[in-house]
């Protein structure tokens, strides 16, 4: 094998595909990355055996060669360094080359390493995914939903199950749930046409995966292609496939967690409740559960206080827009609350109490985006 | 005690108070910063008992006012939270009030917060360093003589006379050493008349002061008092008062180490010097030890090369503007030979070489500044 291709477009590739390379593998080829040239493309490949990614840098796009010159070939190189080689790479191209004995040099300008290769026999043949369960939908749109739902999955292994995000697609609607059973983040998004016939209810994409997708999807409005088996997930793009097991077992029923009626609600500029949550809690932070207290007053007011016997005490009163049914005081982690208002991302915010020890919901006030925060308080009253 | 006083001023004076204050410290009263309020002037105090600082923030100054309101007196304060609460807090003014017992009130806006204190008359005396042995340097000068040395300082406490950089005044000349055993970093400047009388030699400031002292000064053409005494020094600026204790002992007579002689002498462009070095040690870095091995080829070339048996190897060529003397094979900790080309900071140097297993030294080839790095090699030939 052998190749001449622009270091920038090899980088980039490498950058993707290391996401799915673990350094503590415990399968030594796995700690390789497979590189394949043929007459149109080359291909890198990189797996963790839970997530594997494919690049493709075809040899020219848009008028533009990325691939200069090409002996068909394939072949497992060491992953470890490859990212700080190519980056520092002297000059703009870069040569590849595989001897027979899987010595793999790479040369640019007057510097040469030579890597020590795998067989690329030896590398696990990937799955190929069997199905007729795919959907598209826009780029940027599923980076919203991920950064949307995805920090609320949990991160224990007590229940397998909530570390990972709950894909539901029914009645051309695709539902996205995360809870790690203290908060849950839901979000909803009206799907077109195309997925009529198409319909799953039990696919659990691990929170994990998710992560290292979104790292590697640009803020593109061009479409993703997303394919489901029963055990696992293809997401496709013109150049990368990124391809994810699922989780076993059922998600649990979460719909029933929401509550239906509120006691109390408080519509609330965001952005000021979020900054007054953050001072308040600087101290909580000293506590293990970052715990901050919030307590209605008159004149549509409330109060943030928190407090650490050790440090001190914080306390902030903020004006909201409206205060409606009954007073309250309740407490609550300040980092849950956090994350679900930098999730919903709105100017007005309500958050709906159904009393002290109830879970209480947080939506935007517009309803345009369906998108749903819940957590649960804590007993400090 | 009572101030009002401008959120960022006070903000930029905590920030350099803090790096005096350890975390870890053993004596509960250093983990506060002292503030003290009169009329003209707010005086924060930090200590490790190793360092500290005092940052002065003026009633007015430049007719900008920076205190808005004063009641004399005194407190300790926890720092731990000190920083983040100040940055956080949402008006551009603050109120801290201490009150009989020790409760220190910070607001800003509508947010209040409340932190236990401690009593300022348990705070340390600060020694009073009394000496006639003064001078004044460029603030960006000293820190450009401490960015060239302070790096090659020992981080081991087998010597702890080493962990510090040796200051030397001698016939209006300043000299700063640094050395670990394995390398050396010495520069040179001629102090103006002022200097006349004055002379010292034994002068070890601990590395660990002089880089933080680096973090707290601008880059700026003012003027730093230097006064050293027989066991401390205070660094002073217009509003920042930074003490240091010396080390104990003799520094070891370093000016032996500097072989007189070459045997083989290379001239070369430092950046390609630095890069190839940086690329070759890529592979090296799996190492213990970080080494490349130089050899000088003909038509004035040298090769770098690195291996690292389980990885592979990295060689390249570098053409040198001029190569004199005998041919060479070394090897050397690329780590030493990048920190040390960083600290010269030259467009283009020269290495001076008296055989594979004597230390060689690179100085700039435009001997304008007095700067010296010298370099143990390994031994692996």
Known sequence: MKIVINRDQLMQSIQNVM?????KTTIPILSGMKLEANEE??????????????????????????????IPGKVVVQAKFLPDIIKKLPEDLVEIEADGELNITIRSGKA??????????????????????????QTDLLKTLIRQTNFAVSTSETRPILTGVHFKLENDQLELVATDSHRLASRKIAMNEETDSLSFKNIVIP????????????????SIQISVSDNQILFRTKHLFFLSRLLDGNYPETSRLIPEQSKTEVKVDSKELMQTIDRASLLAKDNRNNIVKLETKENNA???????????????????????????????????????????????IKIQFTGAMRPFIIEPLDEGEQILQLITPVRTY
Chains 1, 2 share one sequence.
Request: proline share 5%; hydrophobic share 35%.
């Open 19 to 23: 996401r799915a390379i673990s350094p």
């Open 41 to 70: 493309e080359v291909k890198l490949t990189g797996s963790d055996s839970d997530i594997t990614i494919e690049s493709i840098i075809p040899k020219e796009e848009d008028g533009i060669v990325h691939i200069h010159e090409v």
């Open 112 to 137: 040469e390493f030579t890597l020590n290769g795998q067989d690329p026999e030896e590398y696990p043949q990937l799955p190929v995914l069997q199905t007729e369960n795919s959907f598209q939908i």
């Open 207 to 222: 929170g994990k995966s998710l992560g290292e997708l979104n790292k590697i999807l640009d803020d593109s409005q061009d």
């Open 302 to 348: 409330i109060e943030i206080s928190s407090n650490s016997p050790e440090i001190g005490t914080a306390e902030e009163v903020l004006n909201t827009n409206e205060i409606s049914g009954e007073e309250l005081k309740i407490s609550f982690n300040a980092k849950y609350m956090i994350d679900a208002l930098r999730a919903i991302d709105a100017e007005e």
